[in-house]
Nanobody
């Protein structure tokens, strides 16, 4: 079955940067759209960014536009989320996900276990 493993999280100071990685196995990565979700303390889960199979389409939640970039390397079966100018409100557990369609809403087909990102002030 499809497995997704996130890496690259951790503790960073406000204004700093992180690059999250998502390594996929057990499926044909290039056949799926990919997304990043997050859930902060006391907050609802939200989609942060998504990217289509060929990277022809991308989208971001308003709060990260201009300072985050989603990308993928289908040859490496890996997706990425580069986050710059991090803010304390970015603190959350981040989840990688794969979906059959780009229009995945909050219900992708496969989830990673999540990785903590903590931004200190």
């Amino acid at each position: 079955q499809v497995q997704l493993v996130e890496s690259g999280g951790g503790l960073v100071q406000a204004g700093g940067s992180l690059r999250l990685s998502c390594a996929a196995s057990g499926g044909t990565f290039s056949r799926y759209a990919m997304g990043w979700f997050r859930q902060g303390p006391g907050k609802e889960r939200e989609i942060v960014a998504r990217i289509s199979r060929s990277s022809s389409s991308v989208s971001y939640v308003d709060s990260v536009k201009g300072r985050s970039t989603i990308s993928r390397d289908n040859g490496k079966n890996t997706g990425y989320l580069q986050m710059n100018s991090l803010k304390p409100e970015d603190t959350a557990v981040y989840y990688c996900a794969m979906a059959r369609t780009y229009d995945m809403g909050l219900s992708p087909d496969y989830w990673g276990q999540g990785i903590q990102v903590t931004v200190s002030s």
